[in-house]
């Protein structure tokens, strides 16, 4: 099993950048599908980014392609978010997550191909 600690959010003007990070512990996650979701009050929580176990795989969510960008750093266990142009609808619980099936080179985007989650961390992003 892989415990996933996420850190990074916090409280962010329109326009601005906040850089989400995800401490994989337990078992290695480096050859592990990631992905990052979030969560809105009242709404799904829904993708928004992932990257294949290789790394050579990314797939974006149209809402945020552009503008959001992941990274994995397998020397520390730990993959990121880097969010720049956050817009108020950016604002939600966002949550790592880790995919322990063959997710080599591909991407899975449906929330329950994912086996560990973290416990979320709170992105306001303010008009």
């Known amino acids: 099993q892989v415990q996933l600690v996420e850190s990074g959010g916090g409280l962010v003007q329109a326009g601005g950048s906040l850089r989400l990070s995800c401490a994989a512990s337990g078992r290695t996650a480096r050859s592990y599908a990631m992905g990052w979701f979030r969560q809105a009050p009242g709404k799904e929580r829904e993708f928004v980014v992932g990257?294949?176990?290789?790394?050579?795989?990314?797939y974006y969510a149209d809402s945020v392609k552009g503008r959001f960008t992941i990274s994995r750093d397998n020397n520390k266990n730990a993959v990121y978010l880097q969010m720049n142009s956050l817009k108020p609808e950016d604002t939600a619980v966002y949550y790592c997550?880790?995919?322990?099936?063959?997710?080599?080179?591909?991407?899975?985007?449906?929330?329950?191909?994912?086996?560990?989650w973290g416990q979320g961390t709170q992105v306001t992003v303010s008009s």
């Open positions: 997550a880790a995919a322990l099936g063959p997710y080599y080179y591909t991407v899975p985007q449906n929330y329950q191909n994912y086996d560990s």
């Open positions: 990257l294949s176990g290789s790394g050579g795989t990314t």
